[in-house]
């Protein structure tokens, strides 16, 4: 079964990508994490994110089509990326989710793709 | 006032809740049942002591309001006439309990035994000791066992419909069953407790935050159990990690090894306690592996007063260990003893003989890995080593300090 962790950034965490003070430890976590996955063999696909701040957003409000800068919603913490991995049970998920370098994961279990 | 009251509630609650439903569950068995009763009996005393005062036994009168909401259940559900007989006899029970000084009878430990039941799936034994002897509900269990919630609350209602339908005793097991059934026992309390081969597993492991509710089980066990050996080392185990607790972070809150920990941080208080329960256990002569744990941890504290730490005793109890419990986690806990007492080398010898297939997700493996690799100066091997101790972990302070060991690294 395949399930996707959803990998929630805070502020500090998307200006920590940047700044050269933090940079290297901020992207060594990354790299440590995903090692210990990819070593796990149960990587189906990962993407990082750039930051919200680049993101468009589209919306249809009454049949109108408008677009957006930023994200979806303004919230503290916003999607920094998402990992889909492959493994038996959401036991097993949340158990890699606790491992990952960010304060907030959520896990969901993927619709098998249709025949 | 209601303040007071409301303090007064609960810590009836906390005291009494494992008591008041291993009482009423032992007598009624329908575990979901009285655990709705008792909540329900909590409710109205919430409504009902800020009116009419904090009854003389406040234990009593939870029994009593939780035995009539029973009785109210038993009639709408038209119980067969065999439960009648169990109600009136609680009934007496109770009317004994309120009008007189009679001591509440202590039914946890039946409770216990009941929750480790060898029908019961062993990874909800721990999950349901907690819940029903305890009172932790099922969300704070599910975040120390990193289990969605609801998924946790749906295996614990299944465990206790199996108690329920399979009819599960609630007898103490038989003398010659009792040395199986209480290493069960055991075995889900240490679970609670989460303690790893060293300081860094404990500290990783998100059980932690159970150790006092761990060590309070085992005090129970202690108490009212067998006087069995084991029963003393397992609490010996536990007081010894626990009075480290302070130790293992500085004031800048990192994360500090067993070896670089500053003793007089340790508590002294519990070291004695595990001591003395420790030399208890060894009275009987009869090893066992929470003793051999527990002396291992004794071994460690003796730093305490000389100074140093024996790793060629340490190796040995560890030699000990693996015969007669050969866990992934004491193989290596007896690498990283072997290391410190014989060298290096052997150590990475010990180490590279564990089946690989055992540790690809187990972090303290690659920790050690890393420390041992680095001391040999194999820099590439010990770097790949972090990386991995580092992507499993799941404590920031521990992924630090891992990080800090592999940036000392000659490149």
Request: aromatic share 8%; glycine share 6%.
């Amino acid at each position: 079964m395949t399930y996707t962790l959803m990998l929630f950034e805070s502020e500090e965490d998307f200006a920590a990508r940047t700044d050269p003070a933090r940079q290297e430890q901020y992207l060594a976590g990354w790299t440590h994490f995903t090692r210990a996955l990819k070593e796990a063999g149960i990587v189906v696909y990962g993407a990082g994110l750039y930051a919200p701040e680049t993101a468009a957003t589209m919306k249809r409000r009454g049949g109108e089509l408008m677009v957006q800068d930023g994200p979806f919603a303004e919230t503290k913490e916003q999607l920094g990326g998402i990992m889909v991995i492959d493994v038996p049970d959401i036991d097993t998920a949340l158990e890699w989710a606790a491992r990952a370098p960010v304060a907030t994961v959520e896990v969901r279990q993927n619709i098998p793709p249709l025949k | 006032m209601a303040m007071e009251i409301n303090q007064v509630i609960e810590e009836t609650a906390r005291d009494a809740y494992g008591r008041l439903l291993s009482y009423l569950a032992v007598n009624w068995r329908d575990l979901q049942a009285v655990e709705d009763a008792i909540g329900d009996a909590f409710l109205s005393a919430l409504e009902t002591w800020p009116k009419a005062g904090i009854p003389d036994k406040p234990e009593a009168w939870l029994i009593t309001a939780a035995r009539r909401r029973l009785i109210d259940r038993a009639r709408r559900t038209r119980i067969s006439d065999s439960a009648l007989p169990t109600l009136h006899a609680m009934s007496e029970d109770t009317q004994l309990l309120t009008t007189s000084d009679a001591a509440f009878p202590d039914e946890r430990l039946r409770m216990m035994f009941l929750c480790t039941h060898p029908a019961i799936d062993p990874m909800m034994r721990t999950p349901l000791m907690l819940q029903t002897v305890l009172g932790i509900d099922a969300a704070r269990i599910a975040s120390a066992f990193i289990v969605k919630p609801s998924t946790m609350g749906q295996r614990l209602t299944r465990a206790k419909a199996k108690i329920r339908v399979e009819r599960l005793t609630f007898e103490m097991p038989d003398a010659e069953e009792i040395p199986a059934r209480l290493d069960s026992v055991l075995e889900a309390i240490y679970a609670a407790y989460g303690s790893g081969w060293d300081e860094a597993a404990s500290v990783d492991s998100s059980r932690r935050q159970l150790a006092g509710e761990a060590i309070y089980l085992g005090k129970l066990l202690l108490h009212h159990g067998p006087s069995e050996p084991e029963v003393y080392g397992l609490s010996a185990l536990m007081l010894h990690c626990e009075a480290r607790r302070g130790a293992r972070y500085d004031d800048e809150g990192n994360y500090m090894p067993l070896s670089d920990q500053d003793c007089s941080r340790w508590d002294q208080r519990l070291i004695m306690e595990a001591e003395h329960y420790l030399h208890t256990a060894s009275q009987a002569g009869r090893i066992g592996r929470f003793q051999l744990m527990a002396a291992i941890q004794s071994v460690h504290a003796q730093r305490l007063w000389t100074g140093r730490t024996e790793w060629v005793a340490i190796a040995q109890l560890y030699e000990g260990l693996v015969r007669i419990c050969p866990t992934i986690g004491a193989f290596i806990g007896r690498v990283a003893a072997v290391a410190e007492a014989y060298g290096v080398d052997q150590g990475i010898h010990l180490l590279e003989a564990i089946p690989f297939e055992e540790v690809v997700n187990y972090q303290p493996y690659w920790a050690l890995a890393g420390h041992l690799y680095k001391r040999l100066n194999r820099v590439e091997v010990a770097r790949s080593a972090y990386s991995r101790a580092i992507g499993l972990s799941t404590d920031a302070a521990v992924r630090q300090f891992l990080d800090r060991q592999a940036s000392e690294l000659m490149t």
